[in-house]
């Protein structure tokens, strides 16, 4: 059985920072496509980064402020967040999907269950 389990999340002032870590079992996160998502009530879930060894994406909105990683040893993915922002506020999610293109589009085959981050001014 595949799990994704999120954990990190947390309230902070703003300009703070916290690490989201996402641990799988059942799936090898190295041989799948992997990434954060983000998602507001009444929003869109949108994607905020995609791990990749060579070159990694980000939003536009977290560029230079958010750092996705990997540790295959401990088959997890990690989101390290500096200087947030209020509207960085959401419920993140980790998913892998064996197709870049899927997860490209906001959708995978797995996902985890999700992780509160509030940011207060």
């Known amino acids: 059985q595949v799990q994704l389990v999120e954990s990190g999340g947390g309230s902070v002032q703003a300009g703070g920072s916290l690490r989201l870590s996402c641990a799988a079992s059942?799936?090898?996160?190295?041989?799948?496509?992997v990434g954060w998502f983000r998602q507001t009530p009444g929003k869109e879930r949108e994607g905020v980064a995609r791990?990749?060894?060579?070159?990694?994406w980000y939003a536009d909105s977290v560029k230079g402020r958010f750092t996705v990683s990997q540790d295959n040893a401990k088959n997890t993915l990690y989101l390290q967040m500096n200087d947030l922002k209020p509207e960085d506020t959401a419920v993140y999610y980790c998913?892998?999907?064996?197709?870049?293109?899927?997860?490209?589009?906001?959708?995978?085959?797995?996902w985890g269950q999700g992780t509160q981050v509030t940011v207060s001014s």
């Open positions: 998913a892998a999907d064996p197709s870049l293109g899927v997860l490209s589009r906001n959708s995978a085959r797995y």
């Open positions: 059942g799936l090898t996160l190295s041989t799948y496509f």
């Open positions: 791990f990749s060894r060579i070159t990694p």
